[in-house]
């Protein structure tokens, strides 16, 4: 088992904690423009922060028991907490703060952190992960970390729809790629030294097990807003400018 360094231990641990804490006060910001109230928003930005942090508390809990190093504890933590944010979402009163207006910008803020994927490639320079999970793995969460602000505030000025899309298939993309690349060099399926063990124990564990599903999750709320939102009208100028053409 290997212990990082403390500085890996905070970089890995602040980025699942940043998302979950974005998260809750995105639902608490679209409770509130749903018009719940501040104190049923509280509530339920409170009942997020209970459901995520337990269940980072419970996963970091069960890492340190080493249960996640053996089949299938690993892809059933994954699976179980995915299926349970997407009921989750169907309880009338997440679903109507999840579609309250400007609800879809504020869904691509809590990819923010996912910059701290930097760990990834820290510990591929440590010598502790493969360059074949590790790179992208590492480089795509910095990507994603680094555009989520960027597409949040196009789609704050009423544009950037497709270039949205564009980043929720990426972000999807490298979340799948990185959970088959880790899961076949992690468990041996793919024989290569070092192998991706360490992202079955602490801290690293908390990555794939509570913030992955997540992440899922936002991507899948976003692309469905996004399909159902009205297509922005060209400006007046601009239509002129098209017919013209």
């Known amino acids: 088992m290997y212990d990082p360094p403390a500085y890996l231990w905070a970089i890995t641990i602040a980025g699942p904690t940043a998302v979950a804490a974005l998260t809750c006060v995105v ?8 018009g719940l109230g501040r104190r ?18 419970a996963s970091a809990v069960i890492a340190g028991h080493g249960w996640y190093r053996t089949l299938p504890w690993f892809p059933v933590a994954i699976t179980g907490y995915l299926g349970l944010l997407l009921a989750l ?33 820290l510990y591929m320079a440590l010598g502790h992960l493969p360059a074949l999970f590790a790179l992208p793995a590492g480089l795509g969460d910095i990507a994603a970390g680094i555009a989520a602000p960027l597409v949040a505030r196009r789609l704050t000025r009423g544009t950037g729809r497709r270039a949205a899309l564009w980043f929720n ?6 979340q799948v790629v990185a ?43 976003a ?3 996004l399909v159902r939102a ?16």
Do not use: C, K
Request: no cysteine; glycine share 8%.
């Open 89 to 121: 979402r169907r309880i009338p009163v997440v679903a109507r703060a999840l579609a309250a207006p400007g609800m879809v910008s504020r869904l691509e803020l809590p990819h923010t952190p996912r910059v701290a994927g930097v760990a990834f490639l």
């Open 230 to 245: 009205p297509r922005t009208p060209l400006p007046a100028t601009a239509a002129v400018t098209a017919t013209a053409a």
């Open 179 to 221: 959970l088959t690349l880790g899961a076949l060099t992690g468990f041996q399926l793919l024989n290569v030294t070092p192998s991706s063990a360490p992202i079955t124990e602490l801290p690293l564990a908390l990555i794939p097990t509570a913030t992955v599903p997540l992440f899922f999750v936002l991507h899948i709320t």
């Open 169 to 174: 298939a990426f972000g999807m993309t490298d």
């Open 223 to 225: 692309v469905s807003a």
């Open 27 to 34: 639902l608490y910001r679209g409770a509130q423009r749903a």
């Open 40 to 57: 049923r928003s509280a509530l339920l930005a409170g009942a997020a922060a209970v459901v995520l942090g337990g269940w980072l508390t």
